[in-house]
């Protein structure tokens, strides 16, 4: 599907005469049509892709123009906007500059610069926790089924499932909201010469407790590496530890609920395994101390 965009993908990078005579490329691994030059990248919302298009390029629209004047967040830069098509049938685009260096997966950072890369990309989370607020048209208000039945697309043991709605109740309010990016994976944080340079696919992002962001990076990108973990929070200036390991698994749970309800499946613990037992857990309270305590 992706390759029906390609023409009108490459009549808008065409258009603009920096990007004329540049070889177009696709992008992989994405949800969307991408396609990009040497210096710029479409990224096509198309409703047939998923069914909430809309709603993920207002997302990232959102916040792109709202970071936009913050040289210390390194989101790309709007370049223009459209859509393709009227009505309902619309797709609307974003064409957006490319970021330097390349995706933390690609790069395969060494330890000692994983841990540069983890205080920078705190610091940088701290700029963007501090921003104004954005309202959210995700469907937060999941029912307790939905929310196993996603969990029952991961790697946590089915036997602790029962105590979710229970540890949710008490752990899964958002106490410290913020505009949080969502999706903190090793394709989304670019990386060079030991430096963030960026980080793109906003399309997630949302108004959730901070400890949102801080599940899915953690389990996601830093790999369950504590220690990576520490280093983040730390640059950040993280100081809310009240329940902090109880509250994080907590949104990880809410993290995969809407990552299922987005996306059909998914699974938000898959790199856990190869760090920790969770067989381990007698509890969820065991869980989240076996994935989130650290020795403050």
């Known amino acids: 599907m992706h390759d029906d965009w390609r023409e009108r993908a490459e009549a808008v990078l065409r258009g603009g005469e920096a990007d004329g005579d540049e070889t177009v490329l696709s992008g992989e691994g994405g949800t969307f049509p991408v ?4 210096r710029s990248v479409i990224k096509i919302y198309d409703p047939r892709v998923q069914s909430s298009a809309p709603e993920t390029y207002d997302s990232e629209l959102h916040a792109l123009t709202q970071f936009a004047d913050d040289p210390e967040i390194r989101t790309p830069h709007l370049i223009d906007r459209g859509a393709f098509g009227r009505g309902a049938e619309a797709s609307p685009y974003i064409v957006m500059s490319r970021i330097p260096g390349a995706p933390w997966r690609e790069v395969r950072p060494s330890p ?3 841990a540069v890369l983890a205080a920078d990309l705190g ?3 701290s700029r963007i926790h501090t921003r104004a607020e954005m309202p959210s048209d995700r469907p937060w208000a999941l029912e307790d089924a939905a929310i196993i039945a996603a969990m029952g697309r991961s790697s946590v043991p089915r036997r602790l499932f029962a105590g979710i709605p229970d540890f949710l109740d008490q752990y899964g309010d958002a106490r410290s909201v913020a505009l949080v990016h969502g999706d903190l994976m090793d394709l989304h944080v670019f990386v060079e010469a030991s430096r963030v340079t960026g980080i793109i696919d906003w399309g997630d992002a949302m108004v959730a407790d901070r ?5 899915k990076l953690h389990l996601d990108l830093f790999e369950a590496d504590k220690t990576l973990f520490d280093v983040a929070l730390s640059a950040y200036g993280w100081d809310d530890w009240d329940d902090f390991a109880p509250r994080c698994l907590a949104q990880a749970i809410l ?3 809407h990552c299922c309800a987005q996306h059909g499946t998914c699974d938000v613990f898959h790199k856990v395994p ?3 037992d969770m067989r381990a857990a007698q509890s969820l309270p065991d869980l989240a101390d076996i994935l989130f305590s650290l020795d403050r």
């Open 112 to 114: 000692t610069a994983r």
């Open 35 to 38: 396609f990009m030059t040497e």
């Open 255 to 257: 993290r995969q609920a």
């Open 274 to 276: 190869s760090r920790f």
């Open 211 to 215: 400890t949102f962001e801080f599940a």
């Open 123 to 125: 610091r940088c989370l």
